[in-house]
């Protein structure tokens, strides 16, 4: 038998984001963006939790940023899309596939750096530059209280 239970959900919070106090990280990783001569994005299973599909391909239309997806972010670009890398992340070779082997910025779009190996998406060339860059990039209390 069911029975009715006297509940209702949890009311949705929008994130919370200080722009005036992140700017300069975001002038920051537009500067180094800007600087590369073969950028390249990841984006991962965030860019879908926050329904960010049209900003992600306004951002390629804009920027011309070839895009790979996780497994948890297939989907968020059309395939057909010329700037869409496919799906990486099951074989070790994914990534060297989709060129990540010869980009000089990584671009991490809702995914975790360090869900990965660095090795898995860093060439050893590129792997000190990386740590001094890499930069956290959550917007809400959720994935802040959990990175701390």
Do not use: W
Not at 110 to 136: F, S, W
Request: hydrophobic letters at 40%; charged letters at 30%.
């Amino acid at each position: 038998m069911m029975r009715q239970l006297d509940a209702s959900p949890l009311p949705r919070r929008a994130p919370r984001c200080s722009l005036s106090r992140e700017r300069s990280e975001l002038e920051y990783a537009a500067e180094i963006i800007a600087s590369a001569q073969r950028p390249i994005a990841l984006a991962g299973n965030g860019a879908i939790r926050a329904h960010a599909s049209q900003a992600l391909r306004a951002f390629v239309e804009k920027t011309g940023i070839p895009v790979a997806e996780t497994f948890m972010a297939k989907g968020l670009l059309d395939y057909e899309d010329p700037k869409a890398l496919g799906t990486v992340g099951l074989q070790s070779r994914d990534y060297a596939m989709a060129g990540f082997d010869d980009a000089d910025v990584v671009i991490a779009i809702g995914y975790e750096p360090g869900r990965a190996r660095a090795r898995t998406l860093e060439p050893a060339r590129r792997q000190e530059d990386h740590r001094n860059r890499q930069r956290r990039a959550e917007i809400d209390e959720f994935s802040s209280r959990r990175s701390s």
